[in-house]
């Protein structure tokens, strides 16, 4: 019955069988696929034909159809994704050691027929096969090679059979017969397949007791090093971070003792990517410069062929670490040597998509970061096209990225003040999220809370404070949630949060709510600072935003104290890159400005006006869409000032209030609220000046 004794892939992607006599057959990878897929491919175009007579189904028909249709597409990709990894792992691998069984088995494989594959192995008694094993092994200890070499080789059916029971989807059936293997016959090969397919099912619990227990077996340098890799991405992926790094750095040790420069590259890699998660990014860049350097080494020292996709990540990552200590520059040339490496390697490999799209995503991000928002929605919107054709053949894969694209693209879109579009990414991002959330709550909760901070900062900023604090409070609650797995980690964008929930407090006229929401964050705020500087700024924020509510409650001597204390803190952080915080400094000064002149400092007051104004005159000539109503504002307030203290002349005021005007018109077609308010104001100046 049996005909194939080996299976390998060639460079062309074909799949080359060989059959007892050496003779071989060669197949295209899909003309193999589409043979285990016909009967999927005939469901979906049944479907497919079903939905298109539209005029003859009813609304719950149609509905019911298309649920039908998605799962029939669903069940093909990820058949074709088990399909693969299953080829993959016989690529290369010779059977004449295996038994009838096993040979039948490959052979129905090889045929497309996975149901007589299986009903091959269920012929395999396994449990007399079993107790004949032990009885000889109970002989002679002299056998005891040999018993072990049968035990493996009926543990390699089992696992056989759980592959092909995974690919029928039968997943009980299929960690039954995996954990059936390891108890036939325990080695590396057979516990951590099976702890890969736990972490492919996301069962983290599971799959860490796996690896765990690996780390007890007498393992090989390469293979404790694989273990111990895996573990921490494990436990990256449940935001154990302290447990991630050190499971990070004993690998390190490992790789470092062999002097391996890939092994050291993914350490490090890894390793990098939990930092930045903690927000320890010198610590981050750290390690992905020194993952970048293994990587050229290997490039550099390998005479075979080597992928270039991980030193095009690692680039990546540099430019986000830059990006994130506010290093623009830096993050920039990054950004650009990632982005060539990709685009070589996609013109030789389609497969490098998605990594792609992820990178068109991150360097959107970054000019975001530094106010090119065309650059940055050009960049973005094709990182979403992307994704969504991704998603549409890879649904698991890829969709929970188009959801941290379409955030991204949201958020350039609010700086861009083009709000309805801002508002319909967010919620279509929040939308995809929350089913993540509600499948592995703790992995993806972090994001869909940052999603909801997002989406109440732009209510916040559109005036709608109803639902700024319910967004915020969404979030909030998720981000206590989290603090239970890692305080370090959770605390600094709990307290961004709860900063940003007091100012819409106040906004609401409810001040005992404001002050006890601003003091909690200030609490963890000065915390944080103690171990870490970046923090600054957003105690600074902090700072001017209680400044804020002090002027509400009419108390202005406090309000300006506040504002100086968040003024002090600006100003400490602007070393990197002088122009970074120059937006917020002019708030925080026209904020002073309006606390002291209320408090009767007004040559104090005007001052601090005039050199926000200064600012924002050059923020707004670079940049309109974002600065215009904070450089009207300052128009307003010198000529409010003006009018109060006569600082000016009639035609001075009449020019700054026609200035502000015509700024508010030429910009109303995007629709922001304050605008009106901000007309009304200009109307009172010009009445008093009358």
Same mark, same amino acid.
């Given at each position: 019955?049996?005909?194939?004794?080996?299976?390998?892939?060639?460079?062309?992607?074909?799949?080359?069988?060989?059959?007892?006599?050496?003779?071989?057959?060669?197949?295209?990878?899909?003309?193999?696929?589409?043979?285990?897929?016909? +009967?999927?491919?005939?469901?979906?175009?049944?479907?497919?034909?079903?939905?298109?007579?539209?005029?003859? @189904?009813?609304?719950?028909?149609?509905?019911?159809?298309?649920?039908?249709?998605?799962?029939?597409?669903?069940?093909?990709?990820?058949?074709?994704?088990?399909?693969?990894?299953? #080829?993959?792992?016989?690529?290369?691998?010779?059977?004449?050691?295996?038994?009838? %069984?096993?040979?039948?088995?490959?052979?129905?494989?090889?045929?497309?027929?996975?149901?007589?594959? &299986?009903?091959?192995?269920?012929?395999?008694?396994?449990?007399?096969?079993?107790?004949?094993?032990?009885?000889?092994?109970?002989?002679?200890?002299?056998?005891?090679?040999?018993?072990?070499?049968?035990?493996?080789?009926? /543990?390699?059916?089992?696992?056989?059979?759980?592959?092909?029971?995974?690919?029928?989807?039968?997943?009980?059936?299929?960690?039954?017969?995996? +954990?059936?293997?390891?108890?036939?016959?325990?080695?590396?090969?057979?516990?951590?397949?099976? /702890?890969?397919?736990?972490?492919?099912?996301?069962?983290?619990?599971?799959?860490?007791?796996?690896?765990?227990?690996?780390?007890?077996?007498? @393992?090989?340098?390469?293979? $404790?090093?694989?273990?111990?890799? +895996?573990?921490?991405?494990?436990?990256?992926?449940?935001?154990?971070?302290?447990?991630?790094?050190?499971?990070?750095?004993?690998?390190?040790?490992?790789?470092?003792?062999?002097?391996?420069?890939?092994?050291?590259?993914?350490?490090?890699?890894?390793?990098?990517?939990? %930092?930045?998660?903690?927000?320890?990014?010198?610590?981050?860049?750290? /390690? %992905?410069?020194?993952?970048?350097?293994?990587?050229?080494?290997?490039?550099?020292?390998?005479?075979?062929?080597?992928?270039?996709?991980?030193?095009?990540?690692?680039? @990546?990552?540099?430019?986000?670490?830059?990006?994130?200590?506010?290093?623009?520059?830096?993050?920039? $040339?990054?950004?650009?040597?990632?982005?060539?490496?990709?685009?070589?390697?996609?013109?030789?490999?389609?497969?490098?998509?998605?990594?792609?799209?992820?990178?068109?995503?991150?360097?959107?991000?970054?000019?975001?970061?530094?106010? !090119?928002?065309?650059?940055?929605?050009?960049? &973005?919107?094709?990182?979403?096209?992307? #994704?969504?054709?991704?998603?549409?053949?890879?649904?698991?894969?890829?969709?929970?990225?188009?959801?941290?694209?379409?955030?991204? &693209?949201?958020?350039?879109? !609010?700086?861009?003040?083009?709000?309805?579009?801002?508002?319909?990414?967010?919620?279509?991002?929040?939308?995809?999220?929350?089913?993540?959330?509600?499948?592995?709550?703790?992995?993806?909760?972090?994001?869909?809370?940052?999603?909801?901070?997002?989406?109440?900062?732009?209510?916040?900023?559109?005036?709608?404070?109803?639902?700024?604090?319910?967004?915020?409070l969404a979030s909030i609650s998720r981000k206590r949630a989290l603090l239970a797995k890692d305080r370090s980690v959770y605390l600094s964008t709990l307290a961004l949060s709860l900063g940003n929930l007091a100012v819409v407090y106040e906004r609401m006229k409810k001040p005992k709510e404001a002050i006890e929401y601003s003091i909690a964050a200030l609490n963890i705020y000065e915390e944080l600072e103690k171990k870490n500087s970046f923090f600054v700024a957003d105690m600074a924020r902090l700072y001017r935003n209680?400044?804020?509510?002090?002027?509400?409650?009419?108390?202005?001597?406090?309000?300006?104290? %506040?504002?100086? &204390?968040?003024?002090?803190?600006?100003?400490?952080?602007?070393?990197?890159?002088?122009?970074?915080?120059?937006?917020?400094?002019?708030?925080?000064? !026209?904020?002073?400005?309006?606390?002291?002149?209320?408090?009767?400092?007004?040559?104090? *007051?005007?001052?601090?006006?005039?050199?926000?104004?200064?600012?924002?005159?050059?923020?707004?000539?670079?940049?309109?869409?974002?600065?215009?109503? *904070?450089?009207?504002?300052?128009?307003?307030?010198? /000529?409010?000032?003006?009018?109060?203290?006569?600082?000016?002349?009639?035609?001075?005021? $009449?020019?700054?209030?026609?200035?502000?005007?015509?700024?508010?018109?030429?910009?109303?077609?995007?629709?922001?609220?304050?605008?009106?308010?901000?007309?009304?104001?200009?109307?009172?100046?010009?009445?008093?000046?009358?």
């Amino acid at each position: 019955m049996f005909r194939y004794n080996s299976l390998r892939i060639d460079g062309n992607n074909n799949i080359v069988l060989q059959d007892v006599d050496g003779q071989t057959v060669s197949l295209t990878f899909d003309t193999f696929i589409n043979k285990l897929t016909e +009967e999927k491919d005939k469901r979906i175009a049944d479907l497919e034909k079903l939905i298109s007579r539209t005029e003859s @189904l009813s609304s719950l028909e149609l509905e019911k159809a298309g649920s039908q249709l998605q799962l029939a597409i669903r069940e093909k990709d990820m058949l074709k994704d088990s399909v693969t990894k299953l #080829l993959q792992d016989f690529n290369g691998k010779n059977l004449t050691d295996t038994s009838t %069984y096993y040979k039948e088995a490959f052979t129905f494989f090889t045929n497309g027929e996975i149901q007589s594959a &299986l009903t091959a192995l269920d012929n395999r008694n396994i449990k007399e096969d079993l107790d004949e094993i032990l009885r000889e092994e109970q002989l002679a200890k002299a056998k005891m090679e040999k018993i072990n070499l049968a035990k493996k080789r009926l /543990a390699s059916e089992l696992l056989f059979k759980a592959q092909l029971l995974a690919i029928e989807k039968k997943v009980e059936a299929s960690k039954k017969t995996y +954990e059936e293997a390891i108890d036939i016959y325990k080695d590396f090969d057979s516990v951590s397949r099976y /702890a890969l397919f736990l972490h492919f099912l996301n069962e983290y619990p599971s799959a860490e007791k796996q690896f765990l227990d690996l780390l007890r077996m007498d @393992l090989t340098e390469k293979e $404790k090093f694989l273990t111990l890799n +895996e573990l921490g991405l494990i436990e990256t992926s449940q935001n154990n971070f302290n447990s991630a790094i050190s499971f990070l750095k004993e690998s390190l040790k490992i790789a470092e003792g062999v002097e391996n420069p890939e092994d050291l590259a993914r350490s490090y890699l890894h390793l990098g990517n939990v %930092y930045m998660k903690t927000q320890e990014f010198d610590l981050g860049l750290d /390690a %992905y410069q020194m993952a970048e350097k293994n990587y050229l080494l290997q490039l550099d020292s390998s005479s075979a062929q080597v992928s270039k996709i991980p030193l095009a990540r690692t680039k @990546l990552n540099i430019g986000w670490a830059y990006l994130e200590k506010a290093l623009f520059r830096e993050a920039e $040339k990054y950004y650009t040597e990632s982005i060539r490496l990709y685009d070589a390697v996609l013109r030789e490999d389609s497969s490098a998509a998605g990594e792609f799209a992820n990178a068109l995503s991150n360097i959107g991000q970054f000019y975001d970061a530094i106010e !090119q928002y065309d650059k940055a929605i050009d960049m &973005l919107s094709l990182s979403v096209k992307f #994704l969504r054709q991704l998603a549409s053949e890879n649904r698991y894969t890829y969709e929970f990225e188009l959801a941290n694209a379409l955030n991204k &693209l949201g958020i350039v879109y !609010q700086h861009k003040s083009y709000y309805p579009d801002a508002i319909r990414n967010y919620k279509e991002a929040l939308e995809i999220a929350e089913r993540f959330e509600n499948a592995l709550p703790m992995v993806y909760k972090p994001n869909v809370a940052d999603f909801y901070n997002n989406l109440a900062l732009l209510y916040e900023q559109l005036g709608a404070f109803e639902e700024s604090e319910k967004n915020y409070l969404a979030s909030i609650s998720r981000k206590r949630a989290l603090l239970a797995k890692d305080r370090s980690v959770y605390l600094s964008t709990l307290a961004l949060s709860l900063g940003n929930l007091a100012v819409v407090y106040e906004r609401m006229k409810k001040p005992k709510e404001a002050i006890e929401y601003s003091i909690a964050a200030l609490n963890i705020y000065e915390e944080l600072e103690k171990k870490n500087s970046f923090f600054v700024a957003d105690m600074a924020r902090l700072y001017r935003n209680i400044g804020v509510i002090f002027e509400g409650m009419q108390n202005y001597d406090t309000a300006a104290n %506040y504002h100086r &204390l968040a003024l002090g803190k600006y100003l400490a952080v602007k070393t990197d890159l002088p122009e970074a915080f120059d937006g917020e400094v002019s708030e925080v000064r !026209q904020s002073l400005a309006v606390a002291l002149l209320n408090s009767g400092h007004w040559e104090e *007051g005007i001052k601090e006006l005039v050199a926000a104004n200064r600012l924002l005159y050059a923020l707004y000539q670079a940049v309109p869409e974002k600065y215009y109503l *904070g450089y009207a504002l300052s128009l307003i307030n010198i /000529a409010k000032a003006a009018v109060s203290y006569q600082t000016a002349t009639t035609e001075q005021i $009449k020019d700054n209030c026609a200035e502000s005007r015509s700024i508010l018109e030429q910009f109303q077609h995007l629709g922001n609220p304050l605008s009106a308010s901000f007309l009304e104001s200009i109307i009172e100046i010009e009445t008093a000046i009358e």
